[in-house]
């Protein structure tokens, strides 16, 4: 059980927008910027926001994180197919060590 | 263009070593931190070591603390994982993944990925 929380399943239907969670607390994402990655099935992760908030080139501005205290969020508005995939928080955390979420995975219907 | 390239996979018997190579290539590799990230297949992904830049800072994950060591060598633009008292647990695809900025430590933006090294332990 990761000490990063994300749904490990959330759905939606090509148009919507969906929001994933990211919990954690006061010595990782509470002082410590927040990344989110993408996995499609087969592929390698690839970088989707860093710095809690800002995009790496080429990455649609369809994709934007956000951080709250302990909590970050990616939001992914105007959902596609292709966004169908797997998505990881990760964060460095005080005690040393890099911490990934355990990945949420996004159906697109 | 960035090329990592892992290597020294295999299957180990419980309790012995390996050691895993990466191979960089495309950047000035002493000035970025290189990590190791694991995954079993099927499942999610896990932070297992970093380096930084200069071999100054070093992390472990808990569940490898004490048994895996991180190590680089400039001149070579190589990463080592040496993995000591390897258990059924570590049964993963390792991957050798670069941090996207340089200079930066406690960072995990990880913009290169290599396609990873399989280990499996097993008797």
């Known amino acids: 059980q990761s000490v990063l929380t994300q749904p490990p399943s959330m759905s939606g239907t090509p148009g919507q927008r969906v929001t994933i969670s990211c919990s954690g607390s006061t010595s990782n994402i509470g002082t410590n910027s927040v990344n989110w990655y993408q996995q499609v099935p087969g592929g390698t992760p690839k970088l989707l926001i860093f710095g809690n908030t800002q995009r790496p080139s080429g990455v649609p501005d369809r994709f934007s994180g956000s951080k709250s205290g302990t909590s970050a969020s990616l939001a992914i508005s105007g959902l596609q197919s292709e966004d169908e995939a797997t998505y990881y928080c990760v964060v460095w955390d005080n005690n040393l060590m890099g911490l990934f979420g355990g990945g949420t995975k996004l159906t697109v219907l | 263009e960035v090329h990592l390239v892992e290597s020294g996979g295999g299957l180990i018997q419980p309790g012995r070593s390996l050691r895993l190579s990466c191979a960089a290539s495309?950047?000035?590799?002493?000035?970025?931190?290189i990590h190791w990230v694991r995954q079993v297949p099927g499942k999610g992904l896990e932070w297992v070591s970093g380096i930084s830049w200069n071999s100054g800072s070093k992390g472990y994950a808990g569940s490898v603390q004490g048994r895996f060591t991180i190590s680089r060598d400039n001149a070579r633009n190589s990463v080592y994982l040496q993995m000591d008292g390897l258990q059924s647990e570590d049964t993963a695809l390792y991957y050798c993944v670069k941090d996207q900025d340089e200079f930066r430590w406690q960072w995990l933006a990880l913009d290169s990925w290599g396609q990873g090294t399989l280990v499996t332990v097993s008797s």
């Open positions: 495309g950047f000035t590799f002493n000035e970025y931190a």
